[in-house]
């Protein structure tokens, strides 16, 4: 058996979220089951894309803020300096490091590679602007950006990124638009990290499923 019957899908998906597809396809269950199939396919095309950006985005503070620091004791770099960071910003860290297994050295970057999004979107919200104005601006070398032209797209990424890790709808984003905020911050960075996200990651598959989805709401059921 490959596909559900909508006994099935009322079932495994839960009424609401069927609904909520099944309404996307005027009520056609044949058409829904196709629909989500695809919005699954979408989903983790998305989240390929947001992998490679979150990585090349803590990477690249990461080295702005941690030039010539250790990779140990985690104590002598930026991460556990209150000079750099507020205290909401290290009770983070230091939740990060106490999820390192034990036995693996506590270090910089496997600190680094534990912190989550929201995280590293907060370091452009207002409260860094002086944090903006010594040192972060100088990760964006490629372009004239205002720290509130980063967060704003820093924040809509984030929130994308929750939803599909969560498993919800996407059925009202403007992926297309998500897309160019993550191409965008790549390029302010480096023209040739944006280039690069948009030849190897997810960038190529959504727009091919976002095509395939235009054929599935033409074809019928």
Not at 2 to 21: D, G, P, V
Not at 138 to 166: P, Y
Request: a neutral charge; charged letters at 30%.
């Amino acid at each position: 058996m490959s596909e559900m019957s909508e006994r099935q899908a009322r079932k495994w998906l839960s009424e609401a979220r069927y609904n909520r597809f099944r309404g996307a396809c005027g009520g056609d269950h044949e058409s829904t089951a196709r629909f989500y199939e695809w919005h699954a396919v979408l989903s983790m095309a998305s989240y390929g894309l947001i992998h490679h950006f979150e990585v090349l985005i803590r990477n690249a503070v990461d080295t702005t803020l941690g030039t010539d620091q250790p990779q140990a004791p985690v104590t002598s770099t930026w991460l556990l300096d209150f000079e750099t960071l507020r205290i909401d910003g290290v009770r983070q860290v230091l939740t990060a490091m106490d999820r390192i297994e034990r036995r693996r050295e506590v270090t910089r970057g496997r600190v680094v590679a534990g912190l989550s999004f929201a995280f590293w979107a907060d370091l452009f919200g207002r409260r860094y602007e002086d944090l903006w104005r010594r040192r972060l601006r100088m990760l964006f070398s490629h372009a004239e950006v205002t720290r509130k032209d980063v967060s704003i797209r820093m924040r809509r990424v984030q929130r994308f990124r929750n939803r599909i890790a969560h498993h919800d709808s996407l059925l009202d984003q403007d992926v297309p638009a998500l897309v160019e905020d993550m191409l965008e911050i790549a390029g302010w960075i480096d023209p040739d990290a944006r280039a690069w996200l948009e030849a190897q990651t997810g960038a190529a598959e959504i727009a091919r499923q976002l095509s395939r989805f235009t054929e599935l709401a033409a074809s019928p059921a």
